[in-house]
């Protein structure tokens, strides 16, 4: 079965659990017996970032144990650089918080394969993250509504439109009032995020987007994020850190 490993984690002496998002069976946990022991031939199979063809039989716990496996994608040039794993890291994080187990995993298997794919090739990090949350939040139930106010409906009100995470959309000019906080967002901003919203990953191309423009994405979308769902992530933690002295 073709999985990436999404957590990996020591159990007992020398093995491991890793967390796999599956192309056919959504989030299965697998026990790797002896994993961590030096010469390991499994060694390889539980790195974060890797893809690869898992043979396993499960228990009836529901996890699995490993017999076989083989590495179609070791991703190890995401894991050799800070700034790729930190935001590989928090893809997987998100996605193995709001992926069920055993939920269907084909989207969320391809998403993830392009996100680490993009990550790998160099592409702007910070974009690819934000398509990756604006898939979460579709997937979800929440995706933002862009094209018409979320409160009265009128269609691409592009006079003094702000943003509102809480009411999840646009709102006009006329009904700001209905969320005063809302956040003021620019017109190559909102041009981008509809984009992102229309856009498949594995599709995303190169984007040139400029520094200011990235920065007010990254808070529109954490503001989503935080107000749609609510997570708090290790992964989010370490982010802010490298933003906050600038890596």
Partial sequence: MEGIVIRSMDYGEGNAIITLCTENAGKVGVLVRGAKKVKSRHAALIQPFTVGQYVFFRNNNGLGTLNSGEIINSHYPIREDLIKAAYGSYACELLDRVL?????????????????????????????????????????????????????GREKP????????????????????????????????????RLF???????????????????????????????????RLKSQNFLDQLDKYNI
């Fill in 100 to 152: 069920h187990d055993e939920e269907t995993g084909s989207f969320w298997f391809r998403q993830l394969s392009a996100c680490l794919d993009a990550l790998e090739e160099g592409k702007e990090p910070g974009i690819i993250i934000n398509v990756f949350e604006m898939k979460i939040l579709q997937a979800a139930g929440y995706g933002p509504q862009l094209d018409s106010c979320v409160a009265c």
């Fill in 158 to 193: 592009d006079d003094e439109m702000r943003l509102s995470p809480r009411l999840g959309g646009i709102l006009c000019r006329s009904c700001r009032h209905n969320d005063p906080p809302a956040m003021e967002v620019s017109p190559r901003a909102l041009k981008l995020l």
């Fill in 197 to 231: 919203a229309a856009l498949d990953l594995t599709r995303l191309g190169n984007v040139d987007v400029r520094e200011s423009t990235r920065a007010e994405l990254k808070s529109i979308m954490r503001a989503f994020m935080d107000t749609q769902l609510g997570l």
